[in-house]
């Protein structure tokens, strides 16, 4: 019996102990398990401010060849210029020559003959040499010779004074035409030591990309992945579309038939009496079930400030190619061009663009390029909000919109703002748009059509 007292104690401080341990375990658990959470969700963000860090480089390396690009196009202008301002340096100097060779002559010519009529230069000379004539008919001509020489002399000295005046005229266009040359020459040096800081940046930028390969490869498979979806879905509500106009055009077409043959069946006497009505202007069909529906809480009000076209238009959107509005207003520069082609510093990576890049100032909004059409508002992963514009047989795709000024159905004027791009905050406020022109599914070179 005591040994068995004496055991309970034991047991006792083992329940307790063991109860203790669970109790211990379990809160190790615990705290490893919220440890791990942690770590996943600082994984989670390490990954995704790697990819946002990813995309700001892809960005501002694009940005950076659009710059570099216009800074060669720049110095080949500015050379073109100088190899023109060179043409006409040689041009006026040669037209200098000629004038010294010129005035070189008529001066020596002019001097000659003073020195010939100094003896008469007197009026008492000039007397004694027509009165010292051997006959009345000489003197005649001795008098008209003093005569024609005053003329040629008077004529010679105003030669002589637009020749000097000429000289002078030229001597200032070469000036004018050094200055211009000494300030293209530095606009020159200017655009070449920009171009090189430019080429250095994006030196850099590609070194960093090729530092994170294969983050970098997830990233552009993402974009091209969210690329695709886009156009999957811009061909989707085309050919939805095309589908409602062909169905209502049947239906129209099958109602003109059927109002024919009634008209045919019935008396002559019937169709005189009544009065055909105007048939009503058939109402599109909408399908309900095919239709995403409008991001209501980001419709804006347009801004009051948005600049008046600078041209107006005649004809259709198709004879209008080439010098339709551009897509945004203000400052801009293209850093995606159309089609299918190699990176140009990422050769492993090719690029497939069913449209142009414009990258905007923060802000800016979207225009209509022509009159047209509302078709399609829509929201799109990776693109924010898409607006699709009816042009006839042609569209106008603006894509990356944060406000919309418009709505499904709105009838569009020329250079009317159609949203706000989209200012990226993890990027500096970098504001890019994304354009394309189609006639219908068949997807067009926008640079082709906008000026």
Not at 83 to 112: E, P, W
Not at 136 to 162: D, S, V
Not at 422 to 427: A, E, F, G, Q, R
């Amino acid at each position: 019996m005591k040994q068995w007292l004496t055991t309970i104690p034991i047991i006792f401080f083992i329940a307790i102990a063991s109860t203790a341990m669970a109790q211990s375990s379990m809160t190790d658990v615990r705290q490893q398990k919220k440890e791990k959470q942690e770590e996943i969700k600082r994984t989670s963000s390490k990954i995704d401010n790697n990819k946002k860090e990813i995309t700001r480089q892809l960005n501002s390396l694009r940005s950076i060849e659009a710059d570099i690009t216009s800074q060669q196009a720049l110095i080949k202008s500015l050379n073109a210029q100088l190899d023109s301002i060179n043409r006409q340096v040689n041009i006026v100097n040669d037209s200098i020559a000629a004038i010294n060779g010129k005035l070189s002559t008529l001066r020596s010519s002019y001097a000659s003959a003073v020195r010939k009529m100094h003896s008469h230069s007197s009026s008492f000379d000039r007397l004694m040499f027509i009165f010292s004539s051997g006959s009345f008919h000489e003197a005649y001509r001795r008098m008209r010779y003093l005569k024609q020489f005053q003329k040629w002399r008077k004529r010679n000295a105003e030669r002589i004074e637009e020749q000097l005046q000429l000289l002078e005229t030229e001597k200032q266009s070469l000036n004018e035409l050094k200055k211009q040359k000494t300030t293209n020459l530095t606009a020159q040096q200017r655009a070449k030591l920009d171009l090189e800081g430019q080429k250095k940046k994006q030196n850099n930028t590609i070194a960093q990309l090729r530092k994170q390969d294969k983050q970098l490869r997830a990233t552009l498979a993402e974009q091209q992945r969210q690329a695709d979806a886009l156009d999957r879905e811009l061909d989707r509500l085309i050919a939805e579309e095309q589908r409602r106009q062909a169905e209502e055009e049947a239906r129209r077409a099958a109602e003109e038939r059927a109002r024919a043959e009634a008209a045919a069946k019935k008396p002559e006497t019937e169709k005189s009496e009544k009065v055909p009505q105007k048939d009503k202007e058939p109402q599109p069909v909408r399908d309900k079930g095919t239709e995403k529906p409008e991001p209501a809480d980001i419709v804006g009000k347009a801004p009051d400030n948005m600049p008046k076209p600078e041209r107006t238009f005649s004809g259709s959107f198709e004879s209008n190619k080439g010098r339709l509005l551009f897509p945004v207003t203000g400052k801009y520069k293209i850093i995606g061009t159309f089609g299918q082609h190699r990176h140009p510093d990422l050769k492993y990576v090719k690029v497939n663009n069913n449209g142009i890049d414009i990258e905007a100032q923060a802000g800016a909004s979207a225009r209509a390029i022509f009159d047209g059409k509302v078709s399609a508002v829509f929201p799109q992963d990776g693109y924010h909000t898409v607006v699709m514009v009816r042009h006839g047989k042609y569209l106008s795709i603006y894509v990356n919109l944060s406000e919309i000024y418009v709505r499904k159905g709105d009838s569009l004027k020329a250079g009317q703002a159609i949203g706000k791009i989209y200012s990226d905050p993890d990027d500096g406020g970098r504001t890019i748009l994304h354009f394309e022109v189609r006639k219908e599914r068949e997807k067009l070179d926008p640079q082709q059509w906008v000026k």
